[in-house]
């Protein structure tokens, strides 16, 4: 299809039909995201002048004459593809497909009752679904428990002083709580210890099930309920300093809004988008659920003023007039269609793409304590991506800050791992879309190297693969360091 592609591109040059600057190929395997097969993106330069680059999703073009059409849309037709904006371009980590997110995880039961599937298939399954990793866990927080104990207690017995409040095991995420009930069974028979097992999440609706679920906890492990957004963890969690003894973070830090930096011809630049409904997109939308596409196309372009939140409720309330538990649903079912339906892909929320100069790459916000970015991330390449994760990196470097001396954070996650955090220029690490879920590769390798810079002393090890025939599914365990 590539040698397709570059001779009707020749054959348009020849022809003197206008043609890209650049062209990126590649092949994107998530069902449903947020590219349309072919798409022309600005690069602003910091001079002021402008080319354009050519991107093509080889796992939407089907044919040769596919590819021809699409070439034609992106490059005879207007400079925008037609369809309705919902606010202006800025960085994708202001995107708000977060928003999207977030809504999607506080009404993540109805909406996959709605769809028919159950939350750890919607996300592709779990690491933390393994019986003997949860076992393993639960050996290693076991050993590390006594350890921390025996250390306290001869230190208190030594000054005198009352025995400290007890150790915990921080699990965020709690919309499946298979691995809690597991490690709990396991914990609660094999340590002697007082501890808490401290379930948390952003969605107040997972919270309430998990409670439901686990309730106050067995023998020694006393199970807490905390309300945290990962990415402000300090407030909720400054209770727990000192106390941390593992945090348990899978499948969550690639659900964190994150900026893209890109170096290209050893120049950078960071990833704007605007969130967009392509025009056919939208005429479906609004026939297959009886709206009107006119008053559908006024709603979504004031959204990004609206909110995500007020949006979905309008529409709830609009669609539910049909009747009670069918109006629900029919609601969830519009909200899949909207997003992107992993059934057809001529569905969902497209984001146009342009990428913007940043002519010193350092003044690239960067969550305390960790510095600058390092200068090796920057340096002279090959043309690359930067996912800077730098709201889950900020995330980890606060909950370093917050562990135990011989305490653990341990991150499973869809990860790259190249100590410059860098990915080939033209492989795909999201954002992607899970049902109403947006998942973003995280970038390990720089967590690593910003933890050292951060905690001289602490330790970082890969342990990989989490999951037998997962290759990108990986572990990185952070340590204080303590002997
Ligand atoms: C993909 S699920 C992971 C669940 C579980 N760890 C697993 O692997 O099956 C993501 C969870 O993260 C929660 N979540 C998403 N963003 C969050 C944030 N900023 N702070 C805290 N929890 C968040 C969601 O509510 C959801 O429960």
């Known amino acids: 299809m590539v040698t397709h592609g570059v001779r009707m591109l020749a054959e348009r040059s020849a022809a003197s039909r206008s043609v890209p600057d650049r062209v990126c190929w590649c092949r994107i395997s998530y069902r449903q995201h947020f590219r349309p097969p072919a798409a022309l993106r600005e690069i602003r330069h910091a001079d002021g002048t402008r080319t354009h680059e050519l991107t093509v999703d080889l796992g939407q073009v089907v044919s040769p004459q596919d590819l021809q059409r ?127 097992y401290v379930v948390a999440d952003r969605a107040a609706g997972a919270l309430r099930r998990a409670r439901a679920r686990l309730g106050p906890g067995r023998g020694p492990v006393s199970v807490r309920y905390l309300a945290l957004d990962l990415a402000q963890p300090a ?153 800077l994760s730098d709201r889950a990196i900020g995330a980890c470097l606060r909950l370093i800050g917050l562990l135990h001396p011989r305490g653990v954070l341990e991150v499973t996650d869809v990860m790259l791992r190249d100590q410059r955090g860098a990915a080939p220029y033209a492989a795909y690490h999201g954002p992607a879309k899970f049902d109403g879920s947006v998942v973003n590769w995280f970038n390990g390798g720089l967590l690593m190297q910003l933890a050292r810079e951060a905690f001289p002393g602490c330790r970082a090890t890969w342990r990989s693969p989490a999951s037998p025939g997962r290759a990108h599914m990986t572990t990185l365990e952070v340590d204080r360091g303590a002997p």
């Open 235 to 387: 407030r909720a969690l400054e209770e727990y300093r000192g106390r941390l003894l593992t945090v348990h973070l899978t499948n969550l830090l690639d659900n964190l809004p994150g900026e893209e930096l890109v170096q290209v011809d050893g120049r950078h630049y960071l990833l704007h988008t605007c969130l967009y409904l392509p025009a056919a997109a939208l005429e479906q939308l609004a026939r297959q659920h009886r709206l009107d596409p006119g008053q559908l196309a006024a709603d979504l372009s004031n959204l990004a003023d609206t909110g995500v939140d007020p949006f979905l409720a309008h529409y709830r309330d609009r669609l539910a007039v049909r009747g009670g538990a069918a109006g629900e649903h029919a609601w969830f079912l519009f909200w899949q269609d909207l997003f992107g339906n992993p059934a057809d892909r001529s569905t969902g929320l497209k984001l146009r793409e342009r990428l913007v100069e940043v002519p010193d790459a350092g003044i690239v916000s960067w969550p305390a304590p960790a510095g600058p970015l390092p200068p090796e991330v920057l340096a002279p390449g090959p043309d690359r991506r930067i996912p």
């Open 70 to 196: 699409c070439f034609a849309e992106a490059l005879d037709g207007p400079q925008r593809a037609p369809g309705v904006d919902i606010g202006r371009f800025g960085p994708v980590g202001a995107s708000p497909i977060w928003e999207f997110n977030a809504a999607f995880w506080n009404h993540m039961p109805g909406y996959m009752a709605a769809v028919g599937r159950g939350v750890r298939e919607s996300i592709g399954g779990s690491p933390d679904d393994g019986q003997a990793r949860t076992r393993e866990h639960a050996r290693r927080f076991g050993t590390l428990l006594a350890a921390a104990a025996a250390a306290a207690a001869g230190a208190d017995t030594a000054s005198g002083a009352r025995p400290a409040r007890p150790l915990a095991y921080l699990d965020v995420g709690a919309a499946d709580t298979g691995y809690a009930e597991t490690l709990i069974r396991h914990l609660a028979a094999t340590c002697h210890t007082p501890m808490h």
